[in-house]
């Protein structure tokens, strides 16, 4: 198969976040990894792409109960009963599986693509037992949290459901650029009130609000579905709390320019903006949050930051 030079243009809210992040940070994943999958790839860009693939068990969890709120709400409008001890079991069973891979770290090194890394297994001797209880009591938490969710549970009954699938990605065009994103639960009550919700496993943050608004945009695009309100809702399922938000056409308004000045500031990074081609690496400035950097996936490439 033949690849690019370089990759396609897009934008979404974890790349916007990780530019403002660290432009370096930036520049390795979205640029510097670009073909590392390749047998004939240069060793730096192999090496960038094998650090993109590193996770962490936080991150790991976070997309298991993601899974399992998925896999819940299916069976349970399809008539069938869901228990959370069945449900943690398996989610259990994926993350044991994640740790086992991560060990192997030979296997990684040779073929990256397609296995689970742990950064703590590739940098040092794995999770620290403190890093194991968190996740561990967050999965346990989590799931019976999801449950008795208000929005599982409006689901379950809601006349029209749609699930985000796991590594589904999911675009549409705005101002002629592609933007990722879609929400984690879609759902349309009995009054044509449509319910965008993002389950969440970490803290609560200002930057989730904006994710709303962009599933918003991403909602209000769609051409098969009938016009209609929206509300957005942030389940912290850990922390067993919920944030409501009505998305208005004055907040996508609003979105959709913070979307444009984040797009306008990527392409200042841009050498040949219609080939989506960087500047030289040196041009992407490293964080000054250098106490950061030891946690950075590409650690390995910037070392100490000098």
């Not at 993601?66 to 009963?81: D, F, N, Q, S």
């Not at 991403?218 to 209609?228: H, I, K, N, T």
């Not at 040196?282 to 930051?305: A, H, I, M, Q, V």
């Amino acid at each position: 198969m033949i690849f690019g030079l370089y990759p396609e243009f897009s934008w979404s809210h974890s790349r916007g976040r990780q530019l403002e992040r660290c432009a370096r940070s930036y520049y390795w994943n979205y640029y510097g990894s670009h073909n590392g999958w390749t047998d004939d790839a240069e060793p730096e860009a192999r090496l960038a792409y094998r650090l993109k693939k590193l996770t962490s068990l936080h991150i790991q969890v976070g997309s298991v109960v993601h899974e399992l709120a998925a896999e819940a709400i299916k069976r349970a409008r399809a008539g069938h009963t869901v228990d959370a001890d069945q449900l943690i079991d398996r989610g259990r069973d994926r993350l044991n599986r994640a740790w086992l891979e991560s060990k192997d770290r030979e296997a990684f090194v040779r073929r990256p693509n397609g296995r689970t890394m742990l950064g703590s297994f590739y940098y040092d001797d794995g999770p620290s037992p403190r890093t194991i209880a968190r996740v561990k009591e967050k999965l346990f938490t989590s799931v019976p949290n999801l449950l008795a969710s208000r929005s599982f549970r409006e689901a379950v009954a809601a006349p029209f459901v749609e699930v985000e699938e796991p590594d589904e990605l999911t675009s549409f065009h705005l101002n002629g650029f592609t933007i990722f994103a879609r929400p984690d639960l879609l759902y349309r009550d009995e009054d044509g009130m449509y319910h965008l919700v993002d389950w969440k496993t970490g803290k609560p943050s200002a930057s989730h609000l904006q994710q709303l608004r962009v599933y918003g945009l991403f909602v209000y695009s769609r051409g098969d579905l009938e016009a209609g309100p929206m509300q957005g809702h942030l389940e912290y399922v850990y922390a067993g709390s919920r944030a409501d938000s009505a998305i208005t056409a004055a907040e996508l308004e609003s979105q959709e320019r913070e979307i444009a000045a984040s797009v306008s500031k990527m392409r200042r990074y841009l050498e040949d903006a219609e080939r989506n081609k960087p500047l030289p690496m040196s041009e992407f400035p490293r964080t000054n949050e250098t106490s950061e950097c030891r946690w950075c996936k590409f650690y390995e490439l910037c070392g100490d930051g000098s």
